[in-house]
């Protein structure tokens, strides 16, 4: 007999959980903030658990799939409004794609991605060069995310396979939200490339090595190790948040109003939070439990 699997809790609010945990790692696109404006209760939300009374300190890892270094992301945090005193570090798959870079001393790059992200190739030893030129790919999204898609990178990236290049993907997400659109990420042009046989080595979340350098970092901040059984990973996206916290053993907070706003009814139309679970049933993996947003 097959077993009914145990419903998955909404939440009306962090503080219902918050005292099991002593780290949290957020997600910042689509929880902090939509791409335009930050979400003020989400913040707040993050304050409130930073000053939660007890003998253990309670510390925020904010964990993005940006390309671009953490402290590029902190100046575009301060931007949206987002306080810092909502989180006490921030890592970034640009970060882990520096160190990855890093390693490959002298490295002829073939950038695929818009000049906003050349922040991640600073302090390198390395040579931007054209795809004929070039011994490795780093892709950080494409040129311009507004108006194309992969079918326009195609050629491309079927003679960059041909030659065997290995592409690091310094955002494995498929797509992120901007006000109430959704835009293509280098996720797309990675899952591109490795369709057609091209290597891709990605840094950033659902991968094993981000989550490994986030508990690295809130040891770091506690100094002390921290227990995965007491680390909470908050998110909006099912393949890279939560299928990351699954695979790494942590417990996951899916915040629906993000990328999945309108697959789970609570677009414009719909502005509360129905009946998830038949949604829920149909992903690969799934949340500890489910939240509207990210409020206290």
Same mark, same amino acid.
Request: include cysteine; charge should be negative.
């Given at each position: 007999?097959?077993?009914? =699997?145990? =419903?998955?809790?909404?939440?009306?609010?962090?503080?219902?959980?918050?005292? %099991?945990?002593?780290?949290?790692?957020?997600?910042?696109?689509?929880?902090?903030?939509?791409?335009?404006?930050?979400?003020?209760?989400?913040?707040?939300?993050?304050? $409130?658990?930073?000053?939660?009374?007890?003998? $253990?300190?309670? %510390?925020?890892?904010?964990?993005?799939?940006?390309?671009?270094?953490?402290?590029?992301?902190?100046?575009?945090?301060?931007?949206?409004?987002? =306080?810092?005193?909502?989180?006490?570090?921030?890592?970034?798959?640009?970060?882990?794609?520096?160190?990855?870079?890093?390693?490959?001393?002298?490295? $002829?790059?073939?950038?695929?991605?818009?000049?906003?992200?050349?922040?991640?190739?600073?302090?390198?030893?390395?040579?931007?060069?054209?795809?004929?030129?070039?011994?490795?790919?780093?892709?950080?999204?494409?040129?311009?995310?507004?108006?194309?898609?992969?079918?326009?990178? %195609?050629?491309?990236?079927?003679?960059?396979?041909? $030659?065997?290049?290995?592409?690091?993907?310094?955002?494995?997400?498929?797509?992120?939200?901007?006000?109430?659109?959704?835009? =293509?990420?280098?996720?797309?042009?990675?899952?591109?490339?490795?369709?057609?046989?091209?290597?891709?080595?990605?840094?950033?979340?659902?991968?094993?090595?981000?989550?490994?350098?986030?508990?690295?970092?809130?040891?770091?901040?506690?100094?002390?190790?921290?227990?995965?059984?007491?680390?909470?990973?908050?998110?909006?996206?099912?393949?890279?948040?939560?299928?990351?916290?699954?695979?790494?053993?942590?417990?996951?907070?899916?915040?629906?109003?993000?990328?999945?706003?309108?697959?789970?009814?609570?677009?414009?139309?719909?502005?509360?939070?129905?009946?998830?679970?038949?949604?829920?049933?149909?992903?690969?993996?799934?949340?500890?439990?489910?939240?509207?947003?990210?409020?206290?």
């Amino acid at each position: 007999m097959t077993s009914t =699997p145990a =419903p998955i809790p909404t939440l009306q609010g962090l503080a219902e959980v918050a005292d %099991r945990y002593d780290l949290i790692l957020c997600d910042v696109w689509g929880v902090l903030h939509d791409g335009q404006t930050a979400h003020g209760a989400a913040g707040e939300a993050l304050i $409130r658990f930073r000053d939660l009374p007890g003998a $253990r300190p309670r %510390r925020v890892v904010l964990v993005s799939n940006a390309p671009r270094p953490g402290d590029g992301v902190g100046r575009i945090l301060d931007r949206f409004g987002v =306080p810092r005193e909502a989180y006490d570090a921030i890592l970034t798959s640009g970060d882990l794609t520096h160190d990855l870079i890093a390693a490959r001393p002298g490295a $002829r790059i073939r950038h695929l991605g818009p000049e906003r992200d050349l922040g991640i190739f600073q302090g390198l030893d390395l040579s931007l060069v054209p795809e004929t030129e070039a011994d490795l790919v780093v892709c950080t999204g494409l040129f311009d995310d507004r108006s194309e898609t992969p079918d326009d990178y %195609r050629p491309e990236l079927e003679r960059l396979a041909a $030659r065997g290049l290995t592409m690091i993907c310094a955002n494995p997400d498929l797509v992120v939200e901007s006000g109430n659109r959704l835009i =293509p990420c280098a996720g797309l042009l990675a899952a591109a490339y490795a369709e057609i046989g091209g290597p891709v080595v990605y840094a950033g979340k659902p991968h094993r090595p981000v989550y490994e350098a986030a508990l690295a970092k809130g040891a770091a901040l506690t100094g002390a190790a921290v227990d995965p059984a007491r680390v909470l990973a908050i998110g909006d996206a099912i393949r890279t948040d939560i299928a990351g916290a699954r695979g790494f053993g942590l417990a996951s907070l899916l915040v629906a109003r993000g990328i999945h706003a309108e697959e789970l009814g609570v677009t414009a139309a719909h502005h509360r939070l129905g009946d998830v679970a038949e949604w829920l049933g149909r992903q690969a993996v799934h949340p500890d439990a489910v939240i509207e947003r990210l409020v206290w």
